[in-house]
């Protein structure tokens, strides 16, 4: 049984930076990604990176927040900067156990969800 575990998620001010981190733990996972969710909104895909290190950005993220990942340790990190009081939202990990290259930004495509860290950005 494939886990994942999140943490980083905080309060911060507008402008701060926040790092979060997901370990996998369990069987070997392929491309991994971040999505957020606000109240009453479906969750929306942040970033993704697959093995070799190929990283995929939703626009709105796009220039402030990095992914990256270490694959010895199966974990993935999300560095946030310049974050903005619309970032606020609860953060999943996500992982594709189904080895691909491909990055998706579609959350059917990934089969281990973690449960979710907050991070709230005041204005």
């Known amino acids: 049984q494939t886990q994942l575990v999140e943490s980083g998620g905080g309060v911060v001010k507008t402008g701060d930076s926040l790092r979060l981190a997901c370990t996998a733990s369990?069987?070997?996972?392929?491309?991994m990604a971040w999505f957020r969710q606000t109240p009453g909104q479906d969750r929306e895909f942040a970033a993704g990176?697959?093995?070799?290190?190929?990283?995929k950005y939703a626009d709105s993220v796009k220039g402030r927040f990095t992914i990256s990942r270490d694959n010895a340790k199966n974990t993935v990190y999300l560095q946030m900067d310049y974050l903005q009081p619309e970032d606020t939202a609860v953060f999943y990990c996500?992982?594709?156990?189904?080895?691909?290259?491909?990055?998706?930004?579609?959350?059917?495509?990934?089969?281990?969800w973690g449960q979710g860290t907050q991070v709230t950005v005041s204005a």
């Open positions: 990176i697959n093995r070799p290190g190929t990283s």
């Open positions: 996500a992982a594709d156990g189904t080895p691909t290259v491909v990055i998706s930004k579609e959350e059917n495509e990934y089969e281990y």
């Open positions: 369990g069987q070997r996972v392929y491309s």
